[in-house]
């Protein structure tokens, strides 16, 4: 197989460190690949905003977590396509606060405070609080409303474990202290 051919399966496995192995390339040319990928997914986020585009290029770009890929993911979160569904709404959510324990400190609001990006992560909690806001959520939508309740107790935490500076006044718009 040639680097050329490589490059390219690599790239369209999403950026598989499976298939990075196997095929015995350094870790260097890695970097260099999800760096290209990660503005193939920029690109394309721009051309249609689509949701799934953003966790991909999440999935790919947090390996850096430095401040360059997380203004890439900013500008990317920017141009999703609006409005979003419900469920769009908490999927962008769970990849702002994270997927795992807080303790892991997973997510794009983790990833800001950790390189110093303290307004950044503000950005990123206001910008949650208003996607898991659900004025309009009926008593049929029984999973949304657990999600919500979920996501309101995380975002809690985080902003207390953080002192992310939101008044109270501020957030009783979004849960009740």
Not at 49 to 72: C, H, M, N, P, W
Request: a positive charge; charged letters at 30%.
């Amino acid at each position: 197989m040639t680097k050329q051919e490589a490059k390219e399966l690599y790239l369209n496995s999403d950026c598989s460190y499976f298939t990075m192995c196997t095929k015995y390339y350094a870790k260097s040319q890695e970097r260099e690949w999800k760096n290209e990928k990660i503005q193939m997914l920029c690109t394309e986020m721009k051309t249609n905003g689509d949701d799934q585009l953003f966790r991909r290029l999440y999935e790919i770009a947090v390996d850096f977590r430095d401040y360059e890929k997380l203004r890439q993911l900013l500008d990317a979160l920017r141009e999703l396509k609006q409005p979003l569904t419900p469920k769009q709404r908490i999927n962008i959510s769970e990849i702002i606060l994270g997927r795992k324990v807080l303790k892991a400190r997973s997510g794009l609001i983790y990833w800001a405070y950790d390189i110093g990006q303290r307004g950044i992560a503000i950005l990123l909690m206001d910008c949650v609080l208003e996607y898991i806001h659900f004025p309009e959520a009926s008593d049929e939508d029984k999973e949304l409303k657990k999600q919500i309740q979920k996501y309101r107790r995380i975002c809690k935490k985080i902003i207390e474990e953080l002192h992310l500076n939101f008044s109270n006044r501020y957030l009783s718009h979004y849960y009740n202290f």
